[in-house]
């Protein structure tokens, strides 16, 4: 079945320092890929995704690029901000078990806090 | 538009004793997914509807937990008897169809003491 593996966290950054996220896949075919964010006290929101390979997606300054050569879709950001602190989950349509393309499975998560 | 509605936000209860959580979705997301969240780990599938039908339940653990989605819009998860095992967050979430785009709410966070 379909599975993520984000790196182990929590990331602490200064504010201006360069972000990336590690996420690494195992999928059935070329699914497409996701990240999701949970700013503190919200729900989870799509941040950005990638629908096939070598395509980048990208929002609010971070980007991630579909590699099905790696299998990886790592999150990236230039000069992160006091605002980014958040947890940030990649995910993938499927599971374990087979490929159900109506529902998501997520990593576990990398908490991300950003200092001033 | 009105996001995804949860309630309650936070809920104590003693082991033993029933709960029920309750969620609106987007209006005119015809899919609707039950999430569990343990702490620092990711959402986990508990059940998906496609309108009334309840599609993907296969995790759901049906000796406790129990869905119902009627009329096909809000949606209420209920457990008991509730153990400690099951403090966690339950999350719902919506979807219009468009492959992966879920939208969350908030979230139920549950204590059994």
């Known amino acids: 079945g379909n599975s993520v593996t984000q790196m182990e966290g929590p990331v602490t950054l200064s504010e201006e320092a360069f972000l990336t996220i590690n996420c690494t896949y195992t999928?059935?075919?070329?699914?497409?890929l996701f990240w999701y964010v949970q700013y503190p006290g919200e729900g989870l929101q799509l941040l950005l995704k990638?629908?096939?390979?070598?395509d980048k997606g990208s929002n609010k300054g971070f980007e991630a690029t579909y590699r099905k050569e790696t299998t990886s879709f790592h999150l990236e950001k230039g000069s992160v901000q006091v605002s980014d602190s958040a947890v940030y989950f990649c995910?993938?349509?499927?599971?374990?078990?087979?490929?159900?393309?109506?529902?998501?499975?997520f990593g576990q998560g990398t908490i991300l806090t950003v200092h001033p | 538009e009105a996001g995804v509605v949860q309630s309650p936000r936070y809920k104590i209860i003693e082991k033993k004793q029933p709960v029920a959580f309750w969620c609106n979705p987007i209006?005119?997301?015809?899919?609707l997914y039950w999430y569990l969240q343990n702490l620092g780990q990711g959402p986990e599938l508990l059940i998906r509807?496609?309108?009334?039908?309840?599609?993907?339940d296969s995790q759901l653990p049906k000796d406790r937990f129990s869905a119902e989605r009627l009329k096909g819009v809000d949606s209420t998860l209920k457990i008991q008897p509730a153990e400690l095992g099951d403090s966690a967050v339950y999350l719902c979430?919506?979807?219009?169809?468009?492959?992966?785009?879920?939208?969350f709410g908030e979230g139920s966070r549950l204590t059994v003491l």
């Open positions: 209006s005119g997301h015809n899919t």
């Open positions: 509807y496609e309108n009334e039908e309840a599609v993907d």
């Open positions: 990638a629908t096939k390979a070598d």
């Open positions: 979430a919506s979807s219009s169809g468009e492959a992966g785009e879920l939208f």
């Open positions: 999928a059935t075919g070329y699914p497409s």
């Open positions: 995910a993938l349509p499927g599971g374990a078990g087979g490929t159900s393309y109506g529902k998501l499975t």
